[in-house]
């Protein structure tokens, strides 16, 4: 059974202050590794998708990078609109990709 | 490009009357359609997704139901509503090629069942 854990659940950060959100999978046959931002009341927006160990992808102040076993979203010099929750989700071409439970991110001024 | 609509944005229901939610998907010809229901502090739950007109996958047995009368628009549907039905409701699609399942999400509807 695939499965999707996300870590931290919450993270308070500083403005400017860096860090990293963590996603571990265990899936068979990795076609693709997908990270969303979801605003509250808002549906996921689609950031990023990594499709094998290595790859790394880049947007604003946001990098996700991919290995064999988990995938980290790095956040530079945060701002408070970065606040959100952050999703994670592993697909094998099933249809139906997994997500985990997401990590909130608030970023204080 | 492709461009995801969902209506209502928000509804409140009473107990026990029906309800019909729609998704449309422009810009793009066969995808795969998905519901998702979100409650409050949980992850995403599927509830049901489409390869294609009239196909229908029920993942969790429940009084909802689905259906994909055109290509590119999928339908929600219950006759009587229940309290544990309220939630936030996301559509989705894919490509059809199925090959990394990546999803891009509607906007959602917030549904409240008094």
């Known amino acids: 059974e695939d499965q999707v854990t996300q870590s931290p659940e919450a993270l308070r950060l500083q403005e400017g202050e860096s860090s990293s959100l963590n996603c571990s999978y265990t899936v068979s046959g990795l076609r693709g590794l997908f990270w969303y931002r979801q605003d509250p009341g808002k549906g996921p927006e689609f950031l990023f998708t990594l499709y094998s160990a290595g790859e790394e992808k880049e947007k604003e102040r946001l990098k996700a990078t991919l290995t064999k076993k988990e995938s980290f979203l790095h956040i530079t010099a945060p701002k408070p609109e970065d606040s959100a929750t952050y999703l994670c989700a592993v697909g094998r071409g099933s249809y139906i990709p997994t997500f985990g439970r997401g990590t909130s991110l608030i970023v204080h001024p | 490009s492709q461009t995801i609509h969902q209506w209502p944005a928000t509804l409140v229901q009473p107990v026990g009357s029906p309800l019909s939610l729609e998704c449309t998907v422009e810009?793009?010809?066969?995808?795969?359609l998905y519901w998702y229901r979100q409650a409050a502090g949980r992850g995403l739950q599927l509830l049901f997704y489409?390869?294609?007109?009239?196909?229908i996958s029920s993942e969790v047995p429940q009084n909802l139901s689905a259906s994909r009368p055109q290509d590119r628009q999928f339908i929600l549907s219950s006759k009587k509503l229940l309290l544990s039905d309220s939630g936030f409701y996301l559509c989705?699609?894919?490509?059809?090629?199925?090959?990394?399942?990546?999803?891009?999400f509607g906007p959602g509807t917030r549904l409240t069942v008094l």
């Open positions: 989705a699609w894919s490509t059809p090629s199925g090959l990394t399942d990546t999803q891009y």
């Open positions: 489409s390869v294609g007109i009239g196909q």
């Open positions: 810009g793009t010809s066969n995808p795969n």
